[in-house]
């Protein structure tokens, strides 16, 4: 058994940890990754920010360390058997990476919808790749299964001593390259824990002085309910968005050490997260996943709810390994999640002249986007998007468009919108009657469109339908189905049946404003 053979979850404190960091063995095969200057955000939020950058790993995540680190650790008899774990992303090219530097055989078991650059880059590296169910819950079970039936050691991605330990050598790195004698903040983006647990736990029991922030999606957010809880809890569901952290529930050691040596809590949007990715590429030329910018996204956040001047502020920018795909998305949203885009429905007369009337009262902001199609009424509506110089001009434009007579639906916080509606402006059908309108989330993959319709298929005619493949593990998709108020107790319970997440969208604004 390796050295951590005698901690249970709660009694390991803040020196354990740092010794195991002290002791760990993790730069056979990571690197001492820079602390990069921000002067983009630095001028913006009127701190010092600095970047840890961990997307310059050799797989561009931290991962490596912890794998490593336990992997290096195992006894002649464990190491001679053999690895296994479950991942999609980060932890999975992590362990085949220190298999292949230790020559360790290894076994990774990943979702059948995990992108094809993930499994080639493990499998390049000699791992065997084992592809199993739609989700992370899927594989692990798996994972689980094969362990026992293969006698191999399961390398845990977050909840693991040593594991934890190994992400921790980030935090001895800090010391020698933050120069603030005064203290300062640090961000770590946070799913299971590990990484928090092991840098919160050596910079704790070294008392330097730093606060520490964990940052966490706020669809994601298993640790900041946890501790509100004062127990762990499991989520239903998890965003789909920020892939990297999306765990339903957290490590049972890094919930205790999480609970004791953070500071404070930060959630963030979507929306603020695409705005970070692209802050990140502005001052680094770097392009990072969604959880490799979500600490950047929780320190903007941050500074400007304690509207902090003067400070020295650190992010961990914990991965880059994007899939291409998805940047249209970020594209998309980068702006709305800095406050310098507006995303409004706006009534105007259907009469010739109008839209010069109404661009006049826009005056000199620049138009991002424009949605409108000719329907036979008085009044037509329209999808607009509009540039910003201040996120508080938001507010006067649209007052200013109400003074001058116009119906204004601010629709920039609406998700429905920005995912689906503006890609269908004009899609008016008087003649859907019944029309029930739902939000279905399911697996990434192909031939999962096929199978979705397939199970979708019953006696009620769909009236809409809307996807969009935004390169995430998870497809989103918007469909109206025409069902009478009879039929609705029966069409509840195939929803219960349908086995795809479903919400009821039919009351959404943009829905109503521009669909019906």
Same mark, same amino acid.
């Given at each position: 058994?390796?050295? !951590?053979?005698?901690?249970?979850?709660?009694?390991?404190?803040?020196?354990?940890?740092?010794?195991?960091?002290?002791?760990?063995?993790? %730069?056979?095969?990571?690197?001492?990754?820079?602390?990069?200057?921000?002067?983009?955000?630095?001028?913006?939020?009127?701190?010092?920010?600095?970047?840890?950058?961990?997307?310059?790993?050799?797989?561009?995540?931290?991962?490596?360390?912890?794998?490593?680190?336990?992997?290096?650790?195992?006894?002649?008899?464990?190491?001679?058997?053999?690895?296994?774990?479950?991942?999609?992303?980060?932890?999975?090219?992590?362990?085949? %990476?220190?298999?292949?530097?230790?020559?360790?055989?290894?076994?990774?078991?990943?979702?059948?919808?995990?992108?094809?650059?993930?499994?080639?880059?493990?499998?390049?590296?000699?791992?065997?790749?084992?592809? %199993?169910?739609?989700?992370?819950?899927?594989?692990?079970?798996?994972?689980?299964?094969?362990?026992?039936?293969?006698?191999?050691?399961?390398?845990?991605?977050?909840?693991?001593?040593?594991?934890?330990?190994?992400?921790? !050598?980030?935090?001895?790195?800090?010391?020698?390259?933050?120069?603030?004698?005064?203290?300062?903040?640090?961000?770590?983006?946070?799913?299971?824990?590990?990484?928090?647990?092991?840098?919160?736990?050596?910079?704790?029991?070294?008392?330097?002085?730093?606060?520490?922030?964990?940052?966490?999606?706020?669809?994601?957010?298993?640790?900041?309910?946890?501790?509100?809880?004062?127990?762990?809890?499991?989520?239903?569901?998890?965003?789909?968005?920020?892939?990297?952290?999306?765990?339903?529930?957290?490590?049972?050691?890094?919930?205790?050490?999480?609970?004791?040596?953070?500071?404070?809590?930060?959630?963030?949007?979507?929306?603020?997260?695409?705005?970070?990715?692209?802050?990140?590429?502005?001052?680094?030329?770097?392009?990072?996943?969604?959880?490799?910018?979500?600490?950047?996204?929780?320190?903007?956040?941050?500074?400007?709810?304690?509207?902090?001047?003067?400070?020295?502020?650190?992010?961990? !920018?914990?991965?880059?390994?994007?899939?291409?795909?998805?940047?249209?998305?970020?594209?998309?949203?980068?702006?709305?999640?800095?406050?310098?885009?507006?995303?409004?429905?706006?009534?105007?007369?259907?009469?010739?002249?109008?839209?010069?009337?109404?661009?006049?009262?826009?005056?000199?902001?620049?138009?991002?986007?424009?949605?409108?199609?000719?329907?036979?009424?008085?009044?037509?509506?329209?999808?607009?998007?509009?540039?910003?110089?201040?996120?508080?001009?938001?507010?006067?434009?649209?007052?200013?468009?109400?003074?001058?007579?116009?119906?204004?639906?601010?629709?920039?916080?609406?998700?429905?919108?920005?995912?689906?509606?503006?890609?269908?402006?004009?899609?008016?059908?008087?003649?859907?009657?019944?029309?029930?309108?739902?939000?279905?989330?399911?697996?990434?993959?192909?031939?999962?469109?096929?199978?979705?319709?397939?199970?979708?298929?019953?006696?009620?005619?769909?009236?809409?339908?809307?996807?969009?493949?935004?390169?995430?593990?998870?497809?989103?998709?918007?469909?109206?189905?025409?069902?009478?108020?009879?039929?609705?107790?029966?069409?509840?319970?195939?929803?219960?049946?349908?086995?795809?997440?479903?919400?009821?969208?039919?009351?959404?604004?943009?829905?109503?404003?521009?669909?019906?």
């Amino acid at each position: 058994m390796t050295q !951590t053979q005698d901690f249970k979850p709660g009694t390991l404190d803040a020196q354990d940890v740092l010794r195991l960091a002290l002791t760990s063995k993790v %730069y056979s095969a990571a690197v001492e990754t820079p602390l990069s200057a921000a002067p983009g955000l630095s001028a913006r939020t009127g701190n010092a920010v600095w970047l840890k950058r961990e997307d310059q790993q050799p797989i561009f995540s931290f991962k490596l360390r912890g794998a490593y680190n336990k992997m290096s650790q195992l006894t002649p008899e464990e190491a001679a058997r053999g690895v296994i774990c479950a991942s999609a992303g980060n932890h999975a090219q992590g362990v085949a %990476y220190a298999a292949q530097q230790l020559g360790l055989r290894a076994v990774i078991v990943m979702p059948a919808t995990t992108p094809e650059i993930k499994v080639q880059a493990c499998r390049q590296r000699g791992a065997e790749v084992v592809l %199993y169910g739609d989700s992370f819950s899927d594989a692990e079970t798996h994972a689980y299964a094969l362990q026992r039936e293969r006698g191999l050691t399961f390398v845990h991605p977050y909840d693991d001593p040593l594991v934890l330990a190994g992400q921790g !050598t980030v935090a001895l790195e800090l010391l020698r390259q933050v120069e603030a004698p005064q203290g300062y903040t640090l961000f770590v983006p946070v799913g299971g824990g590990g990484l928090i647990a092991g840098v919160a736990g050596v910079l704790k029991a070294l008392g330097k002085g730093v606060r520490i922030v964990g940052v966490e999606p706020d669809d994601s957010d298993a640790m900041y309910r946890s501790l509100q809880a004062g127990e762990r809890v499991r989520l239903d569901t998890v965003g789909i968005f920020v892939d990297g952290v999306a765990v339903k529930q957290v490590g049972a050691y890094t919930f205790d050490l999480t609970r004791r040596y953070v500071d404070d809590w930060v959630r963030v949007t979507t929306d603020e997260v695409c705005a970070a990715i692209k802050d990140v590429f502005d001052d680094t030329r770097a392009v990072m996943e969604p959880a490799g910018a979500l600490a950047v996204a929780g320190l903007k956040q941050y500074a400007q709810a304690r509207d902090l001047k003067g400070e020295t502020l650190v992010a961990l !920018t914990g991965g880059a390994n994007v899939n291409f795909d998805r940047l249209r998305h970020v594209a998309e949203r980068a702006e709305i999640g800095e406050r310098r885009e507006a995303i409004l429905a706006v009534t105007i007369p259907e009469r010739p002249g109008a839209f010069r009337q109404f661009i006049e009262v826009i005056g000199p902001r620049a138009i991002t986007e424009f949605n409108y199609r000719y329907a036979p009424r008085a009044d037509a509506r329209i999808f607009v998007g509009v540039q910003l110089g201040h996120p508080a001009q938001r507010a006067e434009l649209a007052g200013a468009l109400t003074a001058r007579g116009y119906a204004v639906t601010d629709l920039t916080d609406d998700e429905l919108a920005k995912v689906h509606v503006r890609h269908m402006v004009g899609g008016r059908a008087p003649e859907a009657v019944d029309e029930r309108v739902y939000s279905f989330t399911f697996p990434e993959r192909p031939g999962a469109l096929l199978e979705f319709l397939t199970h979708l298929h019953a006696r009620w005619n769909i009236s809409l339908f809307h996807y969009r493949n935004h390169g995430s593990a998870h497809g989103r998709v918007l469909a109206g189905i025409q069902v009478p108020e009879a039929d609705l107790a029966d069409f509840a319970a195939f929803l219960g049946e349908l086995g795809y997440p479903a919400e009821d969208m039919t009351g959404n604004a943009a829905y109503r404003l521009f669909l019906t």
